[in-house]
């Protein structure tokens, strides 16, 4: 079992990084944030990974952080989730997002995720309530403060920016400072590039 890989990025094919690893290329499928994280080919890259294997494949998947990955891991025992779908939720909502989406019952948030109708919204939503209480009470990094931070930026791709940073240790104002200011820099087309503008600011100040 692969759990992680640190490499040179060498490769973009879609959703996957081609991370090179003593000189062997590995596909991962990545999320959002880790592919924003990851950056452009010629960066070294640290990865949290879950390899899948079926009975016709043998799929990688990367993620940012370890809660990403476990996540990933409890969304697909939901039925009809499979991990492309499950990679896509944790693309399109941030850890401490679908958290709450979950522990709140939000299913409007849950099913704006690209391929969750509502239905699987419905289920998510019924199926992972109990399951995701560990990751508010064991210390998923402030995710009352990422919501702050999300409710403070309005919706929409600065939300999720703002809440993601703050999962990874950033304080709700540093977050606001660091999306506001990539937004006024021209970077409001997704969250991810929101984050990758955000991250390189808030490293600078650092």
Request: hydrophobic share 50%.
């Amino acid at each position: 079992m692969i759990s992680q890989l640190r490499g040179r990025v060498v490769g973009m094919d879609g959703d996957a990084l081609v991370v090179d690893v003593g000189g062997v290329g590995f596909r991962v499928s990545a999320t959002a944030g880790a592919r924003a994280l990851a950056g452009q080919s010629g960066n070294e890259a640290r990865l949290f990974t879950e390899m899948v294997v079926r009975e016709d494949s043998i799929d990688l998947f990367g993620f940012e952080t370890a809660q990403e990955r476990e996540l990933f891991g409890i969304l697909r025992e939901v039925k009809g989730v499979g991990p492309k779908t499950a990679l896509s939720i944790l693309s399109a909502l941030s850890v401490s997002r679908l958290v709450m989406a979950v522990s709140t019952g939000d299913v409007h948030t849950l099913a704006s995720a690209p391929g969750v109708g509502k239905r699987m919204a419905e289920r998510l939503a019924m199926e992972l309530r109990d399951k995701v209480g560990g990751f508010a009470v064991g210390g998923l990094p402030d995710i009352d403060q990422a919501a702050g931070a999300a409710a403070g930026m309005g919706g929409g791709a600065p939300a999720d920016a703002a809440a993601a940073l703050v999962a990874l240790g950033y304080s709700v104002g540093e977050a606001d400072r660091a999306v506001a200011a990539a937004v006024a820099a021209g970077y409001a087309e997704n969250a991810s590039a929101i984050i990758k503008a955000a991250l390189s600011r808030l490293s600078g100040a650092e």
